[in-house]
């Protein structure tokens, strides 16, 4: 019923930058929070930023200073500004939404996933 869908992942040199994209679509009555959540081999996954309807964000402290999360209510997209990039960051990166349909209570959606490859 809801999909989101992420774009934007790739391969970058350290240092460079890139800019993903999730995009939420279906019946949606309204979104209470969007973000950005990773996953390195071996690793769990951990959060990296999220925003709420109100442009509050968060970040975890690995990114604090590189990254910016920003949201176009209007379109229900979310966005994440990488900028110095780091081997460590490579991870495939997971679109997250916190989303209220028709007759429901609000739920978690999860996108399938974009690879960021960082080489050094």
């Known amino acids: 019923q809801v999909q989101l869908v992420e774009s934007g992942g790739g391969l970058v040199q350290a240092g460079g930058s890139l800019r993903l994209s999730c995009a939420a679509s279906?019946?949606?009555?309204?979104?209470?929070?969007m973000g950005w959540y990773r996953q390195a081999p071996g690793k769990e996954r951990e959060l990296v930023a999220t925003v709420t309807t109100t442009r509050r964000s968060n970040y975890a402290d690995s990114v604090k200073g590189r990254v910016t999360i920003s949201v176009d209510n209007a379109r229900n997209t979310v966005f994440l500004q990488m900028n110095s990039l780091k081997p460590e960051d490579t991870a495939v990166y997971y679109c997250h939404a916190e989303i209220t349909t028709p007759g429901s209570w609000i739920k978690a959606y999860w996108g399938q996933g974009t690879q960021v490859t960082v080489s050094s």
């Open positions: 279906g019946t949606i009555v309204g979104i209470n929070t």
